[in-house]
């Protein structure tokens, strides 16, 4: 295995052939013998990093090339996960944009990732321009991202947290400033629970989430399956492909999924692939791994506006296009 030094002494003549590294705690490395178009590459650039793939399948700009190298390779044995990264990151939108119009005027994104066209904050802005939006991520690289691209006014912060310690983040001293968690607020889980393993217990996670939110608040969760036919052996294999490195992941069943929403009432149309939740259009026919729901916290009527915001500002724009 080669780590940084070697990498940087060997310059530009690396020969074809990676794979996904074991490391308990790093990012996914490079191989000895990978062929990569990167002389003299900053630190971070040598190592794969989960949300630069990510990004790299969404079609971002903030990845190198050791990442997209990693995303075609997983890419190759699973064809569907540039769709299924896309219809995730649709229904994200879908759902912010359903939220803030429903009142919802504070978001808590767990896991939210490298920062990408329309944004949350972004997204919620549209229909609400005072939506207050606290991104958390465990990941120095999206952290750095973040400060500089999201917290970028008074109503947008970006927190330090682990999902796996759900009280750090909700008694963060930043987080609780910014937001006001006696009222209702949305909590996003989007494409990061997979990253928990069962010993983590992210039905926990959400439960600890679920006791300190207001009546009303929300809950929005997505999650890799473990695929439809045709698709399980190209999962499984993405999954051993990564089982060691920096991001291993656990597709849950449709089943499962429902689980994390336990103490929430399922908004229509419950727990589906993400691309038919609530979609604007026509979807692509393939159901792509990746299933997603809204929960609501039952205990309130409707959610009340934050004071200053009129109901005119809060649902005049029509649904962004996914
Ligand atoms: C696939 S990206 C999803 C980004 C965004 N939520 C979306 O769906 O577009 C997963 C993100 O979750 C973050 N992540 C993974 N495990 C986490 C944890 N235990 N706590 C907080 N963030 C985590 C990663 O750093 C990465 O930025």
Redesign the pocket.
Known sequence: MLVLDDLRGEGREWRQSMSVSTEANGGMRLERGMRCPVSSPPEDSVRAN??RV?DAWLGGKNHYAVDRIVADRIAAVTPFVVAGARA??AF?RRAVTYLVRIGVDQFI?????LPTVRNVHEVARRVNPTARVAY????PV?LAHARALLATDEHTIVVE????NPRAILTDPALTAHLDLSRPVAVLF???LH??TDTDDPGAVVDAFRRAMAPGSHVVISHVTPGEPGQESGMAQAVGLCASGAAPFTPRTRAQVRQLFTGFELVDPGVVPAQRWRPHGPQARTVLPIIAGVGRLHGAGATPPRRGISSRRRCTVTDPPT
């Open positions: 989960p949300a990510y995730n990151r994200l994104d767990v896991g939210s990732g958390v991520d465990l990941d999206v947290g682990d999902a796996r989007v494409a990061v990253f928990l």
